[in-house]
């Protein structure tokens, strides 16, 4: 059975930084799939955030963009995203998605 874990969210100050991780358990597949980020703030769609292929190539939301870094580790089945210079409205519970499968999400909360 394949589980998504994230860890790595938190309280921070507007302005901090974080870095999320998505390990990927019971998947022989995972060097070979593309992951992505998403978020969902209360009340708010969930909204992807980044995403990286198979071979390390990315793609940012506009709103993260120059701030967020998405990455991987395949001898580590993980994947990561780094945070930098967090803002309020960044605040949201962060889901890694894998093969249309989502973990339980980590929540960022970011104070101003």
């Known amino acids: 059975q394949v589980q998504l874990v994230e860890s790595g969210g938190g309280l921070v100050q507007a302005g901090a930084s974080l870095r999320l991780s998505c390990v990927v358990s019971?998947?022989?597949?995972?060097?070979?799939?593309?992951l992505s980020w998403y978020r969902q703030a209360p009340g708010k769609q969930r909204d992807l955030v980044a995403g990286?292929?198979?071979?390390?190539?990315?793609n940012y939301a506009d709103f993260v963009k120059g701030r967020f870094i998405i990455s991987r580790d395949n001898a580590k089945d993980t994947m990561y995203l780094q945070m930098n210079s967090l803002k309020p409205e960044d605040t949201a519970v962060y889901y890694c998605?894998?093969?249309?499968?989502w973990g339980q999400g980590t929540q960022v909360t970011v104070s101003s």
């Open positions: 019971g998947s022989i597949f995972f060097s070979r799939t593309s």
């Open positions: 990286i292929t198979r071979d390390g190539s990315t």
């Open positions: 998605q894998y093969l249309g499968l």
